[in-house]
C-alpha cells in the first residue's frame, strides 16, 4: 500500500479540508535528530509545532528537553499546562503578560525571555512597576550569529540582535547583574544562515550558499565561544543555545553550545528538502477535495491559499504532494477559496477525490486547521486540536 492509498483508508470517514501528523514519520524525524545532536538535548521549537499534544509527545521522547516559545502569552499558557524551562525566543512588548509573569512565582521559575539591549530592561522595569511581590525575572542575551564578509558589504543572515561581539555581550550582561530584578540565566545565538538555508542546492547558487556557510561556521565557531567565555566571567550561564533543524550536527560540535534547538524537523515541510546532512519524512500534511473538473488535465480543488511566511515566492506555496504530478497554474497559483492544478494526474482525479499538500513551512499549517489527524499505519489514531483549535492565536 502506497503512501496516498494509506493516507486515503485512514481518513476515509472525513471530509477534507483537514490535516493529518503521520506518527511514524513524526518518530522517525525526532529520532534522526536526536542522533544528529550527539548527547546535547535539543530544546524544541514551538512555533514549529502549534499543537499542545504534539509538543508534550515530543518532550517525552529521549533527548529532548525545554520548550522554545514565540511570545509571552503562549509561555505563560504553556506553563499553567505543566510545560517547564520555557525559553520566549524573540523580546516582548506585551506589558499585561509581563505584569502576569512578575506576579506569578511558578511561571517566573520556568520562563526566560530574551533581550539584546538595555531597551529591553527598562520596558519591562516599566511594565511590571505595579506588581506587588515582584519575582525576578529571567533572561537571555541574544547575539547576532550573522555572517559578514567584505567589510560587512556582504551579509548573511537574518536581522535580529544589535550584539555581535564579546565585548558588547559581557558589557550587556554587567549591566543585567546590577539590575535588580533579573537574573541572566542564558545566552542564544542562532545561525540562521546555516540551520535556515538548505545547501542541496544545484548551480552556482548552490556552491555560493556552501562557500558562505563553512565560511559562516569556522568565524562563529571562534566568536560565539569568545562571547560565552567574555559572559561567563559576568554571569553563570545554566544554557547556551544555538542552532535549528538545518544545523543540529554542526553546531553540536562547539564546546560553547550546552543545547540546540529543532522545530520544523520534525514536521519536515517543503523548505527542509535541500539540505545534505539530513533527509527527513514529510510528516504533517493536508488534504484538500476535487470541487470541479474545468478541462481535461485540470482539476480544481477548494481553498488552497496557504502561503508560507518569509521571502515572496513559489518556495513560499504548499506543495502538491499526492497523487505526485500536480502543479499550479502559473496564473492563478494557490487561491483564497479554490485552487486549480494541472498535470498528467489531474486526468484520473474525480470531484471529492483528496489531493494532499506539504506546507512550504512546518507550524503554520496548524494556524490554518483547529485539529490535528493522528495517523497511525492506515488508521486515524487520535485527533488532537493544534492552538488555533483551542482559541490559542497568538500571533
Keep these: 500500500m502506497d503512501e496516498r492509498q494509506r493516507y486515503d483508508r485512514a481518513t476515509a470517514d472525513l471530509d477534507p479540508p483537514f490535516a493529518i501528523l503521520d506518527l511514524d514519520a513524526l518518530r522517525s524525524n525526532a529520532a534522526s535528530m536526536v542522533r544528529r545532536a550527539g ?121 535580529r540582535s544589535p550584539v555581535r561581539e564579546p565585548e558588547q555581550a559581557a558589557g ?87 543545547e540546540v534547538a529543532t522545530g520544523s524537523g520534525f514536521y519536515h515541510p517543503r523548505l527542509f528538502d535541500f539540505y545534505r546532512g539530513f533527509t527527513g519524512r514529510p510528516a504533517a500534511l493536508f488534504a484538500l477535495p476535487v470541487v470541479r473538473v474545468p478541462a481535461a488535465g485540470v482539476v480544481t480543488v477548494l481553498g488552497g491559499g496557504y502561503h508560507a511566511s518569509g521571502s515572496p515566492g513559489a518556495s513560499r506555496l504548499p506543495q502538491p504532494y499526492l497523487p505526485a504530478g500536480l502543479s499550479y497554474d502559473g496564473r492563478e497559483g494557490a487561491g483564497e477559496v479554490q485552487t486549480p492544478l494541472l498535470g498528467r494526474a489531474a486526468h484520473d482525479l474525480r470531484v471529492g477525490d483528496r489531493v494532499w499538500f506539504r506546507h512550504a513551512k512546518a507550524g503554520e499549517l496548524c494556524e490554518r486547521f483547529d485539529a490535528l489527524h493522528l495517523v497511525e499505519g492506515d488508521r486515524v489514531a487520535a485527533t488532537v486540536p493544534t492552538y488555533r483549535g483551542e482559541g490559542r492565536t497568538f500571533l
Design 39 to 159: 548527547g546535547k538535548p535539543i530544546r524544541v521549537a514551538s512555533k514549529s509545532i502549534r499543537c499542545r499534544a504534539v509538543l508534550r509527545m515530543v518532550l517525552e521522547m529521549d533527548g529532548f528537553a525545554g520548550v522554545m516559545a514565540f511570545t509571552l502569552p503562549e509561555a505563560l499558557w504553556l506553563a499553567e499546562e505543566g510545560f517547564t524551562d520555557i525559553l520566549v525566543a524573540y523580546p516582548t512588548a506585551d506589558r499585561a503578560a509581563l505584569a502576569r509573569l512578575a506576579g506569578d512565582p511558578q511561571a517566573a521559575r520556568e520562563i526566560t525571555l530574551m533581550a539584546d539591549s538595555p531597551e529591553h530592561l527598562d520596558f519591562i522595569d516599566a511594565a511590571v512597576s505595579g506588581v506587588r511581590s515582584r519575582q525576578e525575572i529571567r533572561l537571555c542575551l541574544d547575539i547576532d550569529a550573522a555572517f559578514r564578509a567584505l567589510a560587512g558589504r556582504l551579509r548573511a543572515g537574518v536581522l
Design 172 to 258: 550587556l550582561a554587567a549591566q543585567v547583574a546590577k539590575r535588580p530584578g533579573f537574573r541572566l540565566a542564558g545566552l542564544m545565538a542562532y545561525e540562521a544562515q546555516i540551520a535556515g538555508v538548505g545547501d542541496r542546492v544545484p548551480g552556482p547558487y548552490g556552491r555560493v550558499v556552501r562557500w558562505m556557510q563553512a565560511r559562516s561556521q569556522r568565524e562563529l565557531i571562534v566568536r560565539r565561544g569568545r562571547i560565552v567565555q567574555a559572559v561567563r566571567q559576568v554571569a553563570d550561564l545554566e544554557f547556551v543555545n544555538g542552532g535549528g533543524t538545518g544545523s543540529v550536527e554542526k553546531t553540536v560540535r562547539e564546546k560553547a553550545i550546552t
